[in-house]
């Protein structure tokens, strides 16, 4: 019991060590063995690195059912005597040490249960969510109905579609250029229809500002995220999406805008119609036919045409995931903002593994996990909310 006493210590100064980017070559490699040892110290490691202060505290009611209340005011005592600017360390030291070690006397059957419960852990597909933003500032929710009106404009959302369309009101009434923006969240999508008749998808975790009704010179709107466009064909006032400094100018045309923050690229996938995408900043320009995507590199302004199946980048608009030879990560990426989960590689390598298939985007994520685990190249572990990747 001495030993374990001693390897708890040591291991949770490392996992300390290893938050504050102080451990020797030596000192990782002993981690790195502990870590991959069993699966229950991969488990543990992993809570303790990313969230040490919830997790401590995660361990109350699990001590309570096991009635150790004399073990648990020890550590909660000690816990108490440490200084302010010392609690992420103590909360490291205590709680790695009480697992590891009392772990032998009670917590790992507790432990080796949540695993096979996590293992069953079932999480759900986006839904219809988003919320919207009017010019005054006033805020609705968008899984209720509303029925609004603005500057002439009559706005509803009856069937988890909000819709711009004329209202009755007298005709010499003045309109006023009022922009409103839709939030989609993570974990939602949502569909617009704006005063012209165009159509719009948004992806999750996505934002559109827009008029409420267009002026009489272009027809603009912001993005930041991603949407499917089928606009209104309007050969006077052509329709542009601005999207961090690129510009997507159109006329009448079905096309998909990919331009998340954290993403490197914009890239634009055209399916029907002609687009002329034009980068402000480093003066690119390409025009578009059916089956061509510009991808523009924010960072360094490279650019680059190709031809694609278009339609693999607008399935999503009906329903589907298709991976078309995409790196694991940016797999992840998608699934982590449809299904609202946080992701984690322990292996820097699994981020560049390539993958291909097709699967309904209304599965819960075990599906899509499941088929990649197939190819026996990457393992996947969900605790909570939280995502493991690991290459096998």
Same mark, same amino acid.
């Given at each position: 019991?001495?030993?374990?006493?001693?390897?708890?210590?040591?291991?949770?100064?490392? #996992?300390?060590?290893?938050?504050?980017?102080?451990?020797?070559?030596?000192?990782?490699?002993?981690? @790195?063995?502990?870590?991959?040892?069993?699966?229950?110290?991969?488990?543990?490691?992993?809570?303790?690195?990313?969230?040490?202060?919830?997790?401590?505290?995660?361990?109350?009611?699990?001590?309570?059912?096991?009635?150790?209340?004399?073990?648990?005011? %020890?550590?909660?005592?000690?816990?108490?005597?440490?200084?302010?600017?010392? #609690?992420?360390?103590?909360?490291?030291?205590? !709680?790695?040490?009480? =697992?590891?070690?009392?772990?032998?006397?009670?917590?790992?059957?507790?432990?080796?249960?949540?695993?096979?419960?996590?293992?069953?852990?079932?999480?759900?597909?986006?839904?219809?969510?988003?919320? /919207?933003?009017?010019?005054? &500032?006033?805020?609705?929710?968008?899984?209720?109905?509303?029925?609004?009106?603005?500057?002439?404009?009559? #706005?509803?959302?009856?069937?988890?579609?909000?819709?711009?369309?004329?209202?009755?009101?007298?005709?010499?009434?003045?309109?006023?250029?009022?922009?409103?923006?839709?939030?989609?969240?993570?974990?939602?999508?949502?569909?617009?229809?704006?005063?012209?008749?165009?159509?719009?998808?948004?992806?999750?975790?996505?934002?559109?500002?827009?008029?409420?009704?267009?002026?009489?010179?272009?027809?603009?709107?912001? /993005?930041?995220?991603?949407?499917?466009?089928? =606009?209104?064909?309007?050969?006077?006032?052509?329709?542009?999406?601005?999207?961090?400094?690129?510009?997507?100018?159109?006329?009448?045309?079905?096309?998909?805008?990919?331009?998340?923050?954290?993403?490197?690229?914009?890239?634009?996938?055209?399916?029907?119609?002609?687009?002329?995408?034009?980068? @402000?900043?480093?003066?690119?320009?390409?025009?578009?036919?059916?089956?061509?995507?510009?991808?523009?590199?924010?960072?360094? &302004?490279?650019?680059?045409?190709?031809?694609?199946?278009?339609?693999?980048? !607008?399935?999503?608009?009906?329903?589907?995931?298709?991976?078309?030879?995409?790196?694991?990560?940016?797999?992840?990426?998608?699934?982590?903002?449809?299904?609202? =989960?946080?992701?984690?590689?322990?292996?820097?390598?699994?981020?560049?593994?390539?993958?291909?298939?097709?699967? !309904?985007?209304? @599965?819960?994520?075990?599906?899509? /996990?499941?088929?990649?685990?197939?190819?026996? %190249?990457?393992?996947?572990?969900?605790?909570?909310?939280?995502?493991? =990747?690991?290459? #096998?």
């Amino acid at each position: 019991m001495k030993e374990d006493w001693y390897l708890g210590f040591n291991i949770a100064d490392l #996992i300390v060590k290893r938050l504050e980017g102080k451990l020797s070559k030596e000192e990782e490699q002993t981690l @790195e063995d502990w870590k991959y040892a069993k699966e229950e110290n991969l488990v543990l490691f992993h809570r303790l690195s990313q969230n040490p202060e919830k997790q401590f505290f995660n361990r109350e009611n699990k001590l309570e059912d096991s009635h150790k209340e004399q073990v648990w005011e %020890k550590i909660r005592l000690s816990v108490k005597r440490q200084k302010r600017t010392r #609690i992420l360390n103590s909360f490291m030291k205590i !709680a790695a040490v009480f =697992v590891i070690v009392l772990g032998s006397v009670f917590f790992f059957s507790n432990l080796k249960k949540s695993v096979k419960d996590d293992s069953e852990t079932i999480i759900t597909p986006g839904k219809n969510l988003a919320l /919207l933003v009017m010019g005054d &500032g006033e805020k609705y929710e968008l899984d209720k109905e509303v029925q609004l009106q603005e500057s002439g404009v009559k #706005i509803t959302n009856d069937s988890d579609e909000l819709v711009y369309q004329k209202a009755e009101v007298n005709n010499k009434a003045k309109k006023q250029l009022t922009y409103n923006t839709i939030i989609i969240p993570k974990g939602g999508e949502y569909k617009l229809t704006l005063m012209d008749g165009t159509k719009i998808w948004l992806n999750s975790n996505s934002k559109l500002r827009y008029p409420s009704v267009f002026g009489s010179d272009v027809r603009k709107v912001q /993005l930041e995220g991603e949407a499917y466009f089928q =606009v209104a064909k309007d050969s006077l006032h052509p329709f542009i999406v601005d999207v961090n400094n690129v510009q997507v100018k159109v006329l009448g045309t079905s096309f998909n805008v990919n331009a998340y923050g954290d993403d490197d690229e914009i890239v634009t996938t055209l399916l029907e119609g002609k687009v002329e995408v034009k980068d @402000e900043f480093f003066g690119n320009m390409a025009k578009l036919l059916p089956n061509e995507q510009f991808r523009f590199n924010k960072l360094n &302004g490279k650019c680059a045409k190709n031809k694609v199946d278009a339609k693999i980048y !607008a399935a999503w608009t009906n329903g589907r995931f298709v991976f078309e030879n995409e790196s694991l990560q940016e797999i992840m990426n998608r699934l982590s903002r449809w299904y609202d =989960v946080e992701v984690f590689f322990l292996n820097n390598d699994a981020k560049n593994l390539k993958f291909s298939g097709d699967v !309904a985007r209304y @599965e819960n994520i075990n599906q899509i /996990l499941e088929m990649i685990e197939v190819t026996q %190249k990457v393992k996947f572990t969900i605790k909570d909310r939280s995502l493991m =990747v690991e290459k #096998i």
